[in-house]
C-alpha cells in the first residue's frame, strides 16, 4: 500500500476505500425480483383450464416474454399479458386439452434487472412424461459484456466526472490530468450509449451477436437503466464542457456533472427501488457523489505531487481539509444501506453477496488498522514537510520537503501508495460488478418469509394448502377442503401430516382448527430443515371413511 501516504488525506482516503464495499455494493449489485406466488400454483392439478395465470412478485415488474409449452411439446408465445404494479395476468388460449403445462416466463423489475422462471401445471391429470420448458438465461458472452460495460461507465462517472471536478474544488491547475480525465468520460460516453443495447441483450436473453438488430435496443430502452444511462451521459458531457473552461465557469459545470451523476446512479438499482425509496435513494445518491469526490481526486493528486512545486502541496491540504465531511457521510449512509440489504448478520455466510460482502469487510478491519499506523506515524511529518519520518529511507540529498514542493521520499512515497489506490479502485470496480448477477439478501429474506401455495388432490376431495412463513421454524398451514367430482365434502375432522424422508424426518401429526371461514389452521408446527417436504391432509369423512391428498412442498432455507 506504500508508507507515503502519511498525511490527513493518507488516512481519509484510506477510510472511504475501505468503505467503498458498502458505497458501491448496493448501487452495482444485482437486484433481482422474487416470485412471491402464483395462480394456479407451481405443480398444481387443476379439474378444468384456467383462462388466466397471475403471477405476484415483491417489486413492481414489467413482461418481457411469455411462452407456453403443452403437452404435445409445442410451445407459442403468449402476448395477451396484463401488468398491474408487482403482479403480472397472463390470459392462456381457449379450450386448451388435459395434460401438463410449462409456463415459462421473462420480466424486468422497476430496477431494470430482467428475471426468469417456469411454472408447471396440469389440466385433468399430469401427462406421461409431463411438459417442460427452459427457463431464458442471458449467454455467458452477454453477462460479461455487461459487466465490463458497468465498470466502463462507473470509470467514466468516478475518474471521469470525479476528477473534473477535483480539478476545479481541490487543484487550481491539474493539466497532466486532464488528458486521463478526458478517456475516462470518452470509456464511460461509449459505455453509456452500448449500456442501451446490452441491457437489451440481458432483457431478452440473447447472444451479443443481436446488436446487430434493433430487437436489444428497441428493449433497452424501455427499461429504467436507460434513465441512468441517460443521466449518465449528460454528467459525463456536462464534464467535458467544464474542461474546455476556467474559474467559475468551469467550477459550477463540474459541480452540476457531479450532482448529476448521483441522480444517474440512484435512477435505478435495488436499493433505490428499496423501501422507503425516498430514504433509499437519498442514501445512494450521496454515496455516488461521495465516490466520485474520492475517487475522482485520486489521479488529479498523484501527477500534482509528481510534479511537485506549491500547486501540488496545496491541492494536498485542500483535499484533506474538504473530505472529513464527505467521511461522515459515507460512513453514515453506507452502514444505512448495508443494514437495508443484508438485514440478517447471518445472510453475510449464508449467501453469495454476503459472502463476499464479508470479504470487504474483512479489507475494512485491515484497512482502518492501516490507516490508524500512517495517521499516528506519518500523517503530521507529511503535513509538515519533515523529510524522514519514522519507518522512512533518508530522502536523497537534493530532496526537499513535500511543503517546499520539491521531490523527496515522502512525495515519492506519497505518489506510490495513492497509485495503489487506483489500482485497488480497479479491482474493486471489477469485483463488485460481479454482484450484477447475485440476488441481495433482502431480495431473498423478502421471498422467504411470504407464504408458499399448492393444491393436493385424492379421489374424493382437493385441497388449498399454504404453508407461512416458507422458511425453517415454526408455521402456520392453512388447509381449504373442497369436494372432488360429484357430491358434497363433509369434514369431520382434519389433520396435517409432514415428513421429510430424505433427512430422516418421521412423519409429524398435528390436528388442524377450523377458523369458521371454511378454512382448517394448524398453528405452532415446527419444521426443523428446508428441503422438500411430504405433505399429507388427512380428512375424515364419516366413521369409517376417510380421503387423504398427498404431495410435496420445498421449503427454502
Known amino acids: 500500500m506504500g508508507w507515503g501516504l502519511g498525511s490527513l488525506p493518507r488516512t481519509l482516503f484510506r477510510t472511504i476505500w475501505a468503505l467503498v464495499a458498502l458505497i458501491l455494493l448496493p448501487n452495482l449489485a444485482l437486484a433481482h425480483a422474487q416470485l412471491l406466488s402464483s395462480d394456479p400454483n407451481d405443480g398444481a392439478v387443476l379439474a378444468s383450464a384456467p383462462a388466466a395465470v397471475t403471477l405476484t412478485f415483491n417489486e413492481p415488474v414489467s413482461p418481457i416474454t411469455i411462452k407456453l409449452a403443452r403437452p404435445d411439446g409445442s410451445v407459442s408465445l403468449i402476448d395477451t399479458i396484463r401488468s398491474d404494479g408487482s403482479a403480472i395476468t397472463i390470459t392462456l ?4 386439452a388435459n395434460g401438463s403445462y410449462a409456463l415459462s416466463y421473462r420480466v424486468i423489475s422497476e430496477d431494470g434487472h430482467p428475471i426468469g422462471g417456469t411454472l408447471g401445471f396440469s389440466i385433468g391429470a399430469p401427462s406421461a412424461g409431463g411438459s417442460a420448458i427452459a427457463a431464458d438465461t442471458t449467454p455467458q458472452a452477454s453477462r460479461l459484456l455487461i459487466l465490463a460495460q458497468r465498470v466502463a461507465l462507473y470509470l467514466g462517472l468516478f475518474l ?20 486521463m480525465i478526458r478517456a475516462f468520460l470518452g470509456l464511460g460516453l461509449v459505455a453509456a450509449v452500448t449500456g442501451i443495447g446490452l441491457q437489451g441483450l440481458d432483457m431478452l436473453a440473447v447472444s451479443p451477436t443481436a446488436l446487430e438488430s434493433a430487437a436489444p435496443w428497441r428493449q433497452g430502452l424501455t427499461a429504467t437503466y436507460a434513465a441512468t444511462l441517460a443521466l449518465a451521459a449528460i454528467a459525463m458531457l456536462t464534464a467535458l464542457a467544464s474542461l474546455t473552461r476556467r474559474g467559475r465557469w468551469a467550477a459550477v459545470p463540474s459541480l452540476l456533472a457531479l450532482v448529476m451523476t448521483g441522480l444517474a446512479v440512484a435512477a435505478s438499482g435495488h436499493a433505490s427501488a428499496a423501501e422507503p425509496q425516498w430514504l433509499m435513494r437519498s442514501a445512494v445518491f450521496v454515496h455516488a457523489i461521495c465516490v466520485a469526490v474520492w475517487i475522482g481526486a485520486l489521479l488529479p493528486l498523484t501527477l500534482a505531487l509528481k510534479r511537485g512545486g506549491a500547486a501540488g502541496a496545496a491541492m494536498l491540504q485542500r483535499f484533506s481539509r474538504r473530505i472529513l465531511p464527505v467521511v461522515t457521510l459515507l460512513l453514515i449512509s453506507g452502514i444505512a444501506l448495508a443494514v437495508v440489504q443484508v438485514r440478517k448478520v447471518e445472510a453475510l455466510v449464508t449467501t453469495q453477496y454476503g459472502t463476499v460482502l464479508s470479504i470487504k ?11 490508524a499506523v500512517n495517521r499516528a506515524f506519518l500523517t503530521k511529518p507529511a503535513l509538515d514537510g519533515v523529510k524522514d519520518p519514522l519507518w522512512l529511507p533518508p530522502s536523497p540529498p537534493q530532496g526537499g520537503s513535500v511543503g517546499d514542493g520539491s521531490s523527496t521520499t515522502v512525495g515519492r512515497s506519497l505518489r506510490i501508495s495513492i497509485l495503489l489506490e487506483i489500482l485497488i479502485v480497479f479491482a474493486i470496480l471489477i469485483t463488485v460488478a460481479n454482484w450484477r448477477f447475485t440476488p441481495p439478501p433482502r431480495a431473498l429474506q423478502l421471498a422467504a418469509r411470504q407464504a408458499v401455495a399448492t393444491e393436493l388432490m385424492s379421489d374424493k376431495a382437493m385441497v388449498e394448502l399454504s404453508i407461512f412463513p416458507a422458511a425453517p421454524g415454526p408455521v402456520t398451514v392453512t388447509v381449504t377442503p373442497m369436494a372432488h367430482g360429484t357430491g358434497d365434502l363433509t369434514v369431520k375432522e382434519l389433520s396435517v401430516i409432514v415428513s421429510n424422508p430424505g433427512a430422516g424426518i418421521e412423519p409429524i401429526r398435528k390436528k388442524a382448527e377450523f377458523n369458521g371461514d371454511g378454512e382448517y389452521v394448524v398453528e405452532g408446527l415446527r419444521l426443523p430443515l428446508p428441503g422438500r417436504w411430504h405433505i399429507r391432509v388427512e380428512i375424515l369423512i364419516s366413521d369409517f371413511e376417510m380421503t387423504a391428498p398427498e404431495g410435496e412442498m420445498t421449503i427454502s432455507p
Open 361 to 371: 469487510i474483512a479489507l475494512l478491519v485491515a484497512l482502518f488498522a492501516a490507516a
Open 93 to 96: 388460449p381457449p379450450a386448451l
Open 160 to 179: 471521469g466526472v470525479g476528477g473534473v471536478f477535483a480539478l476545479n474544488w481541490f487543484g487550481r491547475d491539474g493539466r497532466e490530468s486532464v488528458l
